[in-house]
């Protein structure tokens, strides 16, 4: 069994095909899965999950369903997709602020669209 099919029986939810080849491609460099194995992904996975459902819980954010966090900052910043949105979800970025208040925000009109946009970043950065 592959490494992400044992990522989707842990979290519980099949994966979005996008999903699949960014995390094919990114392997253990994915930000949000950083580890020496699997289980150790996972773990700092659903920590990161846990502390992003916290968050959401003191924010009164409602969620739609499961998600999956494509990047998190300092525990307050998280970019994250809906995993039972089509094959190529949209990206959503949350912040959320020391007072409880949040902003909530597209960052991507899919996962596609914004590793490109990610990608174009890094590439203008390094010019």
């Excluded at 992400?4 to 996008?18: D, H, Q, S, V």
């Excluded at 194995?37 to 916290?54: D, Q, V």
């Excluded at 995993?83 to 996962?111: C, Q």
Aim: hydrophobic share 40%.
């Amino acid at each position: 069994m592959s490494d992400i099919t044992n990522l989707e029986l842990e979290i519980g939810e099949k994966f979005p095909i996008a999903l699949k080849e960014f995390l094919f491609l990114a392997g253990k460099d994915c930000p949000t899965i950083s580890g020496n194995s699997i289980n150790e992904g996972i773990e700092t996975l659903n920590y990161r999950i846990r502390m992003f459902e916290e968050n959401t819980e003191e924010s009164n954010i409602s969620l739609e369903g499961k998600v999956f966090l494509l990047t998190e900052l300092n525990q307050h910043i998280f970019d994250f997709v809906y995993l039972h949105k089509g094959d190529n979800p949209i990206v959503y970025e949350v912040v959320f602020w020391e007072d409880g208040d949040f902003d909530l925000k597209i960052r991507g009109k899919s996962i596609t669209a914004y590793i490109d946009y990610e990608i174009g970043l890094k590439i203008k950065s390094n010019e």
